[in-house]
């Protein structure tokens, strides 16, 4: 008798072994990643010194002091101006920016950030401020901690879109995009709505960043709306900044 009940014991070991393996596997196959390792989609943010996006930005500030509303349109240029080793010995790149109010002007400079793919996230130096701007490999509905690493208040990004084509106009069209949804909270009094949207071998060509207040009749009474747009892209940017 006692050597039945040590064989049944075992069987419901193995049984149970099994059930586990299985709970593993399913909750594994449903986690964090649907890409085979191989296959993490860095493209989505090139790296190679000398990439260059011209942006069309349009911005709108609602003062609420005078009530103005403000309306400017000028170009922004950012190109990967090098690499280099950070003090965590990280490589990291250096990202150089240019501004100019239209196109019949040369370009000034504006600031310098920095970037870098680390442990599979995008993480970019902006004003100071570190954030985690994209996660790979994208798909839909991955969500992390974009302030994880700054000192401003958590927030959920998410990827909306992964892997869609789309057309910015009639002369730029982008084989896949990844749109990833910052926030947006929108009530009766307030909107707060930022997106970045990445396309494959580009890296960034739109943004929206939308955070105003507003009356009970609806009408904006003070914030910030403002887009980035791409206009052109490549590997050579104009001579007077090479």
């Known amino acids: 008798m006692r050597e039945i009940i040590i064989l049944w014991l075992k069987k419901v070991r193995c049984i149970w072994l099994l059930i ?53 349109q000028y170009q922004v240029m950012q190109r990967i101006h090098s690499r280099f080793t950070d003090a965590e010995g990280r490589e990291s790149l250096r990202i150089e920016r240019f501004y100019r109010p239209n196109s019949q002007v040369s370009w000034q400079t504006k600031d310098v950030w920095q970037a870098r793919i680390h442990q599979g996230r995008l993480e970019k130096i902006e004003e100071n401020n570190l954030f985690i701007k994209l996660v790979f490999p994208p798909h839909r509905g ?30 730029l069209r982008f ?31 739109e943004r929206q960043h939308r955070v105003v207040r ?27 900044i090479r």
């Open 142 to 171: 991955r969500t992390w901690n974009g302030n994880a690493y700054n000192t401003l208040p958590a927030m959920t990004f998410r990827i909306s879109e992964a892997h869609v084509p789309l057309m910015v106009n009639p002369n």
């Open 20 to 72: 586990s393996s299985l709970f593993i596997a399913l909750f594994t196959g449903c986690g964090e990643y649907d890409s085979p390792p191989a296959k993490m989609y860095y493209a989505y943010f090139p790296t190679h010194p000398g990439h260059f996006i011209i942006y069309q930005v349009d911005s709108v500030v609602y003062d609420g002091f005078t009530g103005q509303v403000l309306n400017f």
């Open 175 to 205: 084989d896949s995009t990844v749109t990833v949804l910052q926030n947006n909270l929108v009530t009766l009094i307030s909107e707060d709505v930022r997106r970045e949207r990445f396309a494959k071998h580009v890296g960034m060509i």
């Open 214 to 240: 507003k009356n009970l009749a609806g009408v904006v009474t003070e914030g910030v709306d403002y887009s980035y747009r791409i206009v052109e892209y490549g590997t050579n940017p104009p001579q007077e």
